[in-house]
């Protein structure tokens, strides 16, 4: 098991050297959000956990309300990622589709059945497929048990958030445990990897 951090703009500035020095191995770096946002932070967040020595993966929070606008959410990530060279084989941390309605946007607008969500990860990740990326799915364990139909997923690796004692999602790639990882005087989203991406 490898432990990690993952992180958006919304951590502000990380020294990745006291992150290195804290056990974290890996960081799993927000790309972006919506309909063609980058993450304030995204080269910045990629070039100081490469530089501290940690393997890295990117994340995309998504706003699709359908599978079309899931696709063009992954064409987008698919271009940034292609821009600034990140191939897969850089990637050792995998791209994950981030779907999850934390704000409450999707249920705004009334788009909270489960067929819809899980066309939405599946054009998401097929999007990545194709233009070169194996993609996964982070989503909360309610999420997965009770809103997307995992079934479907075909293979889709998943990356299970609960916040707990051990993770009860039966084959999860990657495993959000806290969001109370305190380093350098910060708390981080603290993750553990249970076998190859």
């Known amino acids: ?29 927000r790309l972006g959000y919506g309909n063609r946002h980058l993450d304030e932070r995204f080269y910045e967040n990629v070039n100081g956990a490469l530089d501290a020595g940690l393997d890295i993966g990117v994340y995309y929070y998504s706003y699709a309300l359908d599978a079309d606008a899931a696709e063009r959410e992954a064409h987008f990530l698919a271009d940034i990622l292609k821009d600034c ?54 989503a909360s364990l309610d999420w997965l048990e009770n809103k997307l139909d995992t079934e479907a997923f075909d293979g889709i690796p998943i990356w299970c958030a609960q916040w707990d004692e051990e993770c009860d999602w039966d084959g999860a790639v990657l495993w959000q445990y806290t969001d109370e990882w ?6 981080f989203d603290g993750n553990i990897c249970f076998s190859e991406v």
């Open 1 to 29: 098991m490898r432990r990690g951090i993952d992180v958006s703009e919304n951590n502000g500035y990380i020294d990745w050297q006291a992150v290195k020095e804290e056990g974290v191995e890996f960081a799993i770096v």
């Open 182 to 187: 305190v380093i350098d005087g910060r708390a």
């Open 85 to 138: 060279g990140l191939t897969m084989e850089k990637l050792k941390m995998g791209v994950w589709f981030d779907m999850e309605d934390a704000d409450g946007y999707k249920r705004l607008h009334y788009v909270t059945d489960r067929q819809t969500l899980t066309d939405m990860c599946v054009a998401f990740a097929s999007v990545c497929e194709i233009r070169g990326y194996n993609c996964g799915v982070y």
